[in-house]
């Protein structure tokens, strides 16, 4: 006789239910369980595929309700036990453990001991309850961790303090990513994220390090990480910021790149005499050697803006070949003074061998840019004022802007503002336009801004870019550091194409490379005459992530005629 049949559960449908339908249950501890329990059951005898699921996933999901701490690791992979190691490669490469105050004792563990020897990413937070077995867990698998974010209660201890730090200097051979920080007051995940997600500068999103002091006022060099390659890097105090970045740089023998971040709160000398900084011997003869050797610099302004001039003079003599000037925190263009701008122009003018330049102005528009084939772009987004003079512009041969960059107010000096950075930039190649809300209705100087301008305003210049090799439309929304969260289409304004066509037309008859549209939906079904013409002006077309009713229209119009 046959058993009588299930009702279908969560876990027989697409994975991404799982979350909502474990999250709607979350109202009584048992009846979590026994869904759970019974949606494992199911899965496992209705399907073969029986590996999609894993009790790391599992217990990644559990983790974010309310009672996580009342369930216990075991009840959730008893039956998962051995499929956890059939594929771990695949499994660990898209899994994040995450370890929180909150965690069951002794799962972090778990977890992490079935991992092997495969590249891991962990996103830690130690408490005072729990300290000691993050410790271990660095000790024993920093070896073969490819991220690493550590954030530090302020309540732990100096002895669980000396485990951690004691726990980093084991050898990280693999690392490429870490974060470590020593929360102020409460512990905000969603404050201190902002370093290590997607709101992090471009060129510094991948195998960056942030280092926070783990011990109050005390300076840590972890010994392990001798293969990172960039440093993002809060300095404790300008008066032992050379003997810091000394430090550093002798314990990171791979180190590329070098990002000194300056908040309100790293003051510059006794008194706050800013300009102090403009003398030489701030920085010794040891630390300017070493910078030497740097590929790119980078200054972050995380709340003054004009905090970053004074950094700037001492690296205006050095031989990098990329520098990156960030005001993540910047709220509003007019905030920004004109002589900040004026002062940092010039010290631009001076850096000859800068061959890539990213001026990163908005929180709002930090966007890893680098794409499915591993090619990376860099980002450049100009405040109003900083229109340059500066020959250095004309090196640039990859460009990211935000399509409303400039469409603040409507106003002719913005837009021929918009039209001077492309006459400065006669080399480039490669265009990548980031789309910033999800709405088709962006805005009326869509049209106007981000290079895409009517030729009426130039017809005294004759633009060179005709050189364009590639040009991408990213929705912001599909981009940031772990993508597969951040999947919502943005809808493509439809002036925007019309003025790119007219640009594309007016200014040159070349065929573009590659043309790539990524995390955009709608943009057919409005755009349907004027997408066969751009089409038609590239060789290799690129769709990701957009609506299957886009990719049929597509396929209805590679049999158009081409106008």
């Not at 960056?208 to 990172?228: C, D």
């Not at 006794?270 to 030489?280: E, K, M, V």
């Not at 001492?314 to 005001?327: E, G, H, I």
């Not at 920004?336 to 001026?359: G, Q, W």
Request: hydrophobic fraction near 45%; proline fraction near 6%; glycine fraction near 4%.
């Amino acid at each position: 006789m046959n058993p009588p049949s299930r009702p279908p559960s969560a876990l027989d449908r697409l994975p991404g239910v799982v979350l909502a339908a474990l999250t709607e249950s979350h109202g009584n501890t048992a009846h979590v369980q026994s869904v759970v329990s019974d949606s494992i059951d199911a899965y496992v005898q209705t399907r073969a595929q029986t590996g999609a699921l894993p009790p790391e996933l599992l217990v990644h999901i559990l983790s974010f309700l309310p009672l996580s701490s009342q369930i216990r690791a075991a009840q959730v992979c008893k039956r998962w036990r051995a499929l956890s190691l059939s594929n771990p490669a695949r499994l660990w490469s898209t899994v994040v453990v995450r370890g929180g105050k909150k965690m069951v004792p002794g799962t972090l563990l778990a977890l992490l001991d079935r991992s092997g020897d495969v590249d891991i990413t962990m996103d830690l937070t130690a408490a005072s309850e729990n300290a000691y077995e993050i410790s271990l867990a660095l000790t024993r698998h920093l070896g073969h961790t490819r991220r690493l974010a550590l954030w530090v209660d302020t309540a732990v201890d100096g002895r669980a303090r000396e485990h951690l730090r004691k726990a980093l200097e084991a050898p990280a051979p693999r690392l490429r990513d870490i974060a470590l920080w020593e929360g102020q007051g409460a512990f905000d995940a969603s404050t201190q994220l902002r370093w290590f997600g997607d709101t992090a500068p471009p060129m510094l999103q991948r195998a960056k390090l942030y280092l926070r002091s783990l011990v109050a006022g005390t300076f840590i060099v972890p010994t392990g990480l001798t293969s990172l390659t960039r440093l993002l890097y809060a300095p404790h105090n300008i008066s032992t910021i050379d003997f810091e970045l000394d430090a550093l740089l002798s314990a990171l023998p791979a180190l590329d790149t070098l990002a000194l971040e300056v908040t309100r709160a790293t003051p510059f000398v006794p008194g706050g005499d800013a300009q102090a900084l403009l003398q030489p011997q701030v920085f010794g003869y040891n630390v300017l050697e070493r910078l030497e050797s740097l590929d790119t610099l980078a200054l972050v302004a995380a709340h003054d803006e004009a905090a970053l001039y004074p950094f700037a003079v001492p690296f205006a003599s050095l031989r990098s070949r990329s520098l990156v000037l960030s005001w993540p925190e910047a709220r509003g263009i007019a905030s920004i003074s004109m002589d900040v701008h004026t002062s940092m122009l010039a010290v631009l003018a001076e850096m000859a061998n800068v061959e890539a330049l990213t001026i990163h102005y908005s929180s709002g528009l930090n966007i890893d840019v680098r794409d499915a084939k591993g090619r990376e772009r860099t980002f450049l987004e100009v405040p109003r004022h900083m229109i340059p003079s500066s020959a250095i512009f004309a090196q640039i041969t990859t460009l990211s802007v935000a399509e409303l960059a400039w469409a603040h107010s409507n106003t002719p000096d913005e837009v021929d503002e918009a039209g001077m950075l492309l006459l400065a930039a006669p080399n480039l190649l490669d265009l990548t336009v980031f789309l910033l809300r999800p709405t088709s209705h962006i805005g009326t100087l869509a049209h106007r801004s981000a290079f895409f301008l009517p030729r009426s305003r130039f017809s005294g210049h004759t633009l060179s870019c005709s050189n364009l090799r590639t040009v991408s439309f990213v929705s912001r929304a599909s981009v940031s550091w772990e993508s597969a969260s951040h999947d919502i289409p943005t809808m493509l304004d439809p002036t925007l194409i019309e003025t790119f066509l007219t640009y594309r037309l007016s200014y040159s008859s070349a065929v573009l490379e590659e043309l790539r549209f990524v995390g955009v939906k709608g943009f057919v079904s409005v755009l349907s005459v004027e997408i066969a013409r751009l089409f038609g002006m590239a060789r290799r077309v690129e769709i990701e992530r957009t609506r299957p009713s886009d990719l049929r229209l597509v396929a209805d119009m590679l049999s158009w005629k081409w106008p």
